[in-house]
């Protein structure tokens, strides 16, 4: 783990948040002394992390301290476009309009179903085409999470609920 870059966004989200550290120490029960040392990277453990991560109450916190902890992909949190669902909306339409493009115009179906090996301008094309398509998914990641903050849950509380139905459509076997 990289302590000091999660005590990093820790200390940004206190400061984006406008709440107290005193607060967030006491709602997560960690330790008074424990709780500043893992404020400044010292002796922070994963466990520790998520401790304070769930006692902000904040999905982007949470999303970017399990980032750091388990290498999930990101959430996009730069400046671009507005931190709202429609703002959110319209760049993911955009890229995914782009994406479409190079898929046909790269004729990635093609690569997909020979499963050839690609010479070096293919070989680019289809890396251009993957990066956009991951600012995509990455752009619907980060927007259904503002959609999930609208409804009060987490984007795992939200596959919870989902689970049963990815399951009856076999796109998923319990687990």
């Not at 949470?62 to 996009?76: F, G, K, N, S, T």
């Not at 339409?93 to 179903?113: D, F, R, S």
Request: glycine content about 8%; charged content about 25%.
């Amino acid at each position: 783990m990289q302590a000091k870059r999660v005590a990093g966004i820790f200390g940004e989200a206190l400061e984006r948040l406008n709440i107290p550290a005193k607060a967030v120490q006491m709602t997560s029960g960690i330790k008074q002394s424990s709780f500043y040392n893992y404020l400044t990277g010292k002796h922070l453990t994963d466990e520790g992390a998520m401790r304070i991560a769930k006692s902000m109450d904040d999905p982007e916190t949470m999303y970017e301290i399990a980032h750091q902890l388990y290498q999930i992909l990101p959430m996009l949190n730069g400046d671009a476009f507005k931190h709202d669902a429609i703002s959110v909306e319209a760049y993911q339409q955009l890229e995914a309009e782009e994406a479409n493009t190079m898929y046909k115009g790269n004729h990635i179906h093609v690569k997909l179903a020979t499963g050839e090996v690609l010479s070096k301008k293919e070989g680019k094309q289809f890396d251009d085409y993957l990066v956009q398509r991951l600012q995509e998914w990455l752009l619907g990641i980060t927007l259904l999470n503002y959609e999930c903050q609208l409804r009060g849950i987490t984007l795992f509380e939200l596959y919870r609920l989902g689970e049963p139905e990815l399951v009856r459509k076999h796109y998923r076997k319990r687990g």
